[in-house]
Nanobody, 126 residues
Framework: HVQLVYSGGGWVQTGGSLTLSCVAS????????MAWFRQAPRKERDGVAL????????YYADSVKGRFTISRDNAKQTVNLQMNSLKPEDTAMYYC???????????????????WGQGTQVTVSS
């Protein structure tokens, strides 16, 4: 069965860095774009970053451009999110997600996702 298993996340001070990793199994990982979403309390779940199947193309939300980097290793079936210069407004539950089949020219919405991980909390203190 499909699994998306996390490592990383936690607590960090403003200006710090964290790396989230997600290992996928149970499906043909390399065939699909991968994304990271986040959801703060009482807010919608929003796409943060998206990476194409071979990792050549990536998209980012304006709020994280220049600070976050998405990457993937198809041999290890992992997708990572390197987060630098973290701000309190980055505090949220972060989710990795597998896109539905297709070629994407924008960040995903939740409706574009076929598989979700359970989420990992990131807290940035001021």
């Amino acid at each position: 069965h499909v699994q998306l298993v996390y490592s990383g996340g936690g607590w960090v001070q403003t200006g710090g860095s964290l790396t989230l990793s997600c290992v996928a199994s149970g499906y043909t990982y390399g065939a699909y774009w991968m994304a990271w979403f986040r959801q703060a309390p009482r807010k919608e779940r929003d796409g943060v970053a998206l990476i194409a199947t071979r990792g050549i193309l990536a998209y980012y939300a304006d709020s994280v451009k220049g600070r976050f980097t998405i990457s993937r290793d198809n041999a290890k079936q992992t997708v990572n999110l390197q987060m630098n210069s973290l701000k309190p407004e980055d505090t949220a539950m972060y989710y990795c997600a597998t896109a539905k089949d297709g070629y994407w020219t924008r960040l995903l919405t939740p409706d574009d996702v076929q598989y979700w991980g359970q989420g990992t909390q990131v807290t940035v203190s001021s």
